[in-house]
């Protein structure tokens, strides 16, 4: 991850000058987001307020709308940098903001006014419609024009859920946004949305896959949506971490909210409940916050997260939510936000064993039994990422360089680095037949490995809009092999690892905060990290307690061709979707022990329309 994240720059007494001021301002163009997104830094020490100020940096942080600007006292500091916008630093008695509460589209400049990168230029979804609404009419007609009502989109109720039997065309799509008030269709939503979004790099130089990457056509696929909850919103610190939701089973669903993990299921009006608290910590921060949450996973009944500050918390899923968590620091380095974490069991104790991945160019192991960290590796870039075989012989490994690294899980020894990407990697996975490597880059190409033989990779697949972020195989026992890839935000396309000819489609609007299939693999959950348009997307194999249902020849106008349709419901059955290339012999399935449907439950999959799944 950027190194560069707080650069700070300032005038005296911590006061920023009127020259950073104004080039801040000038760097927000009118042309980029609109009339009222551009106003001139007056020369006073104040900041106009952004478009509108609850919208812009979240409820939790701008409740209070009614200022026309902010005023800078000593404390206050403008923030950016290099790296990602962090935003500005108020002394307000909530502390330093979050990352992606100033996800906006701003040219970041030097002292002199040179330009130093741009941030991932994705809106959430209601900046998104006031920009298109603003540009529709500056742009000669190169943007469909939005209707009138399109401007109060901030002001729109939303359901609590949306129900697959309650899409209803541009009426109702997946996340309840009403097209036919905006004045257009989805379809048309989408190719506007492609046209404003930028993908972010590192190395700017490469902004597209390249030609040795396969662009897979959309084709049909086993899942289709079942609903959206929109009161389980996830919460993201920075935009280039996004593994902060996972599925432990269909009655437990775990994702992070700004300072706590949150759990919810996948039944109807089911309460939130919070198994993780960390606004109070019981170990020294840098700052006096509560700890930000970076990144989170599960398995094997241990829960933990990570912090943007070196922090870590852990709790056992089995225990009772008063006894609270562990909490410790993985690292006290200043530049040591904990990028990302996995659990595996040790080939030694055969207990749980949490890999963290630091900013701080180390990877540290830690036994979950004793709480103590068993290893530490050093590394010459900043580590984003990795993955743990299936057997924990051997790691894979991306972090803030073009290569990949393999290295032996136990000692950190160097084994191999494949070349070929050519950015900065956030994304690995390892599935679980041991053979297939999966690695996700900002170069919009994902790679995909044999174990057995590095020389070269079995194939390059091309992402569509932005760098791939979040990688997941199904798990075994899961049917067909498939491969989720999560861009930063609005595709996630679920890969035909069988054969690599085709993906299915999944889309929503706003940045994909996290994905994850469960461990059986009949249902994937999408976390959508949108302002007021988020929520947490289910998604459910076709022939899981329901009759199957067809998938609809695509239309002219589908909104995704070949992907999920998120605007039409249909109880056609079907049974064309076969389950048989899973990642072991089915004669194996029964006996391998992370395998969490038996044969029965299996089966049910191929069963035709005449039968009803339990």
């Given at each position: ?41 007056p ?31 000593p ?19 909530y ?61 729109w109720?939303?359901?609590?859920e ?20 905006l004045?257009v ?11 404003l ?26 899942y ?108 006290p380095d ?10 595996h ?105 044999d ?11 091309a992402?569509?809009?932005g ?7 199904s ?22 690892t ?73 109880d ?43």
């Open positions: 991850m950027d190194s560069d994240d707080a650069a700070t720059l300032s005038g005296e007494g911590g006061v920023p000058s009127p020259a950073h001021l104004q080039d801040f301002a000038q760097a927000i163009s009118p042309t980029t987001l609109g009339p009222s997104f551009g106003e001139a830094v020369q006073n020490n104040t900041i106009p307020a952004l478009a509108s100020h609850d919208a812009l940096i979240g409820p939790d942080i701008g409740a209070d709308a009614s200022h026309n600007s902010q005023p800078l006292g404390e206050a500091t403008v923030i950016y940098a290099t790296g990602p916008l962090i935003g500005y630093q108020f002394p307000f008695s502390g330093p903001p979050a990352m992606e509460d100033f996800d906006v589209n701003v040219e970041m400049v030097d002292d002199e006014g040179s330009l130093l990168g741009d941030i991932e230029r994705n809106l959430d979804f209601v900046h998104f419609i006031e920009q298109w609404y603003y540009r529709s009419g500056t742009m000669n007609g190169e943007l469909h024009s939005l209707s009138e009502d399109a401007i109060a989109i901030r002001r109720t939303r359901p609590t949306v129900l697959r039997s309650e899409l209803n065309g541009d009426k109702m799509d997946c996340q309840g946004i009403d097209w036919t008030s004045g269709k989805r379809a048309v939503g989408r190719q506007v949305r492609r046209k979004y930028t993908n972010y790099t590192n190395l700017p130089t490469y902004q597209q896959p390249g030609d040795c990457a396969t662009q897979l056509p959309h084709k049909p696929g086993p289709h949506f079942r609903r959206l909850n929109t009161r389980n919103a996830p919460h993201m610190v920075h935009f280039q971490l996004r593994n902060l939701i996972s599925v432990s089973s269909f009655a437990d669903i775990y994702y992070a909210g700004q300072s706590k993990i949150i759990r919810t299921d996948s039944f109807p009006r089911s309460p939130k409940q919070v198994v993780m608290d960390l606004t109070k910590p019981n170990i020294p921060c840098r700052y006096a916050d509560p700890i930000r949450i970076s990144t989170m996973t599960t398995a094997h009944d241990v829960l933990i997260a990570g912090g943007f500050q070196g922090e870590y918390a852990m709790t056992n899923l089995q225990s009772s939510v008063e006894d609270g968590q562990i909490e410790g620091l993985v690292t200043e530049n040591g936000i904990t990028n990302h974490v996995h659990i069991l040790s080939r030694s104790s055969s207990l749980p064993s949490a890999v963290f991945c630091s900013n701080d160019q180390q990877i540290r192991v830690l036994d979950c039994a004793t709480n103590k960290f068993v290893g530490a590796h050093k590394f010459d870039m900043a580590v984003n990422c990795a993955a743990t075989s299936p057997d924990a012989r051997l790691r894979v490994v991306v972090g803030d360089t073009k290569d990949v690294t393999i290295i032996e899980a136990a000692s950190g020894r160097h084994l191999e680095s494949l070349s070929g990407h050519r950015d900065y990697g956030f994304a690995c996975a390892w599935a679980d037949d041991g053979f297939q490597v999966a690695t996700g880059n900002q170069d919009k190409q994902v790679r995909i490995y174990a057995r033989s590095w020389r070269r990779p079995l194939k390059v697949i992402a569509e809009m760098g791939v972020r979040s990688l997941r195989f798990p075994v026992g899961g049917g067909r092999r498939s491969l989720l890839m999560a861009e930063p935000a609005d595709l996630v396309s679920v890969v035909d069988t054969t690599f000819e085709s993906k299915q489609q999944l889309d929503h609007f706003g940045d994909t905060a996290g994905v994850d299939f469960t461990p059986d693999g009949s249902g994937i959950y999408v976390g959508i990290a949108d302002f007021k348009f988020g929520g947490m997307m289910e998604y459910e194999r076709i022939g899981r307690g329901v009759r199957s249902r067809k998938a609809t020849p695509a239309r002219a106008d589908d909104p995704l061709e070949h992907g999920v349709d998120c605007c039409r419901y249909d056609e059955d079907d049974n064309q979707h076969d389950e048989r290339d899973d990642w072991l012999h089915e004669d194996a399935l029964d006996f391998d022990p992370r395998v969490k449907r038996n044969a029965a439950h299996r089966n049910q999959r191929r069963f035709t329309s005449e039968y009803i799944v339990y």
